[in-house]
T-cell receptor, first 115, second 115 residues
Framework: DTGVSQDPRHKITKRGQNVTFRCDPI?????LYWYRQTLGQGPEFLTY????????KSRLLSDRFSAERPKGSFSTLEIQRTEQGDSAMYLC?????????????FGEGSRLTVL | AQSVTQLGSHVSVSEGALVLLRCNYS??????LFWYVQYPNQGLQLLLK??????LVKGINGFEAEFKKSETSFHLTKPSAHMSDAAEYFC?????????????FGRGTSLIVHP
């Protein structure tokens, strides 16, 4: 499978615990995005990487959230001290090209449930 | 900041009937516009995109959308619904932010197809 891969697909944790999600983009894609999707809502932008550089961060990304893409390939999204409001689907997407028009290739998402 | 409005969180049609899903965006400058589809338990996939070429855009599975600058709309249509079209549909518009195009998504419209 050469699509965007996310792991784990499901994570149940207790409030206050830390969680980490991993995203492996399509291999030749240099841009990587994280979005969050809650029930009944569309995806909300969290952050964006071009290669290893984190170029944009949303106001939604509180200090408890951190994302990395150390070698410009896979990315991790860590949530520290989880809260019930963090329960959502976390989506990763990637794209390629010198002029990004916003066409994204999405993974199937990582669903987080905070008890 | 860009915003996207999708009128109707649910649209119900009979198989064989016309499908019309509405999308309006906030900017007066023609952006890049997209429709994505999300089937149950799958990631979002691109249905079609407008990138300032023809105003009538054809996508996969018989869907098409027309960009109307004067109405700031990008409605999605399909002449004849099929049961397999039942899914969540998201309209998205890109906004240039920090030199990158970041897609902003609408809340989504769930298409229900009755036999």
């Amino acid at each position: 499978d050469t699509g965007v891969s996310q792991d784990p697909r499901h994570k149940i944790t207790k409030r206050g615990q830390n969680v980490t999600f991993r995203c492996d983009p399509i291999s030749e894609h240099n841009r990587l995005y994280w979005y969050r999707q809650t029930l009944g809502q569309g995806p909300e932008f969290l952050t964006y990487f071009q290669n290893e550089a984190q170029l944009e961060k949303s106001r939604l990304l509180s200090d408890r959230f951190s994302a990395e893409r150390p070698k410009g390939s896979f990315s991790t999204l860590e949530i520290q001290r989880t809260e019930q409001g963090d329960s959502a689907m976390y989506l990763c997407a990637s794209s390629f090209g010198t002029q990004n028009t916003g066409e994204l290739f999405f993974g199937e998402g990582s669903r987080l449930t905070v008890l | 900041a860009q915003s996207v409005t999708q009128l109707g969180s649910h649209v119900s049609v009979s198989e064989g009937a016309l499908v019309l899903l509405r999308c309006n965006y906030s900017s007066s400058v023609p952006p890049y516009l997209f429709w994505y589809v999300q089937y149950p338990n799958q990631g979002l996939q691109l249905l079609l995109k407008y990138t300032s070429a023809a105003t009538l855009v054809k996508g996969i599975n018989g869907f098409e959308a027309e960009f109307k600058k004067s109405e700031t709309s990008f409605h999605l249509t399909k002449p004849s619904a099929h049961m397999s079209d039942a899914a969540e549909y998201f309209c998205a518009v890109t906004e240039l932010s920090g030199g990158s195009y970041i897609p902003t998504f609408g809340r989504g419209t769930s298409l229900i197809v009755h036999p």
